[in-house]
């Protein structure tokens, strides 16, 4: 992943205090994990490094779209992401990553790759259910779309088959209240 270089911050040559580093984000960043959930993707990344004497704190901002097919009709569309992250890095004897929220890291360590945490943080972003907007204002015309108006069972057939019971039915109802 020689790729990925590009995301690992060397934090052992840096002042203790507050750095800042950007990232774009684009198609190629999740061809790299081999990814191919998404069309296209523009996200921005500000992520601000605190650098403290015994830990680093590690703050993830991701704003921008990435181009999805939308669940019910399969149309490409962009769907925002607003999203923030907040990690914290130890020092300890050995690596350990059980808890999401704390990394630790053995003490002769210099480096940290953050783009494992980007990655999880733009798709975690994007909803589980994945519907064009134009479907939930009504302006996205389809052929999909239509074909399931058509065959979408009607309002009004509920009432006449509540009217049209089997009589075999009130023959058991009988049967529960004869008790």
Known sequence: ???LKAYMIQFVGLKVGEHSFDYHIDQTFFNNFEYEEFNQVDVKIDLKLIKKTTLLELYFEASGYVNINCDLTNEPYNQPIEDHYKL???FGSEYNNDNEDILIIPHGEYEINVAQYI???IVLAVPAKRVHPGIEDGTLKSDILSK???LSPEHGNNEKESED???RWDNLKKLLTDK
Do not use: F, G, N, R
Request: a negative charge; glycine letters at 0%; charged letters at 40%.
């Open 165 to 167: 019971i089997d009589p």
């Open 148 to 150: 399931l108006e058509e």
């Open 1 to 3: 992943m020689k790729a």
């Open 88 to 90: 914290v890095v130890k």
């Open 119 to 121: 990655y999880e943080l």
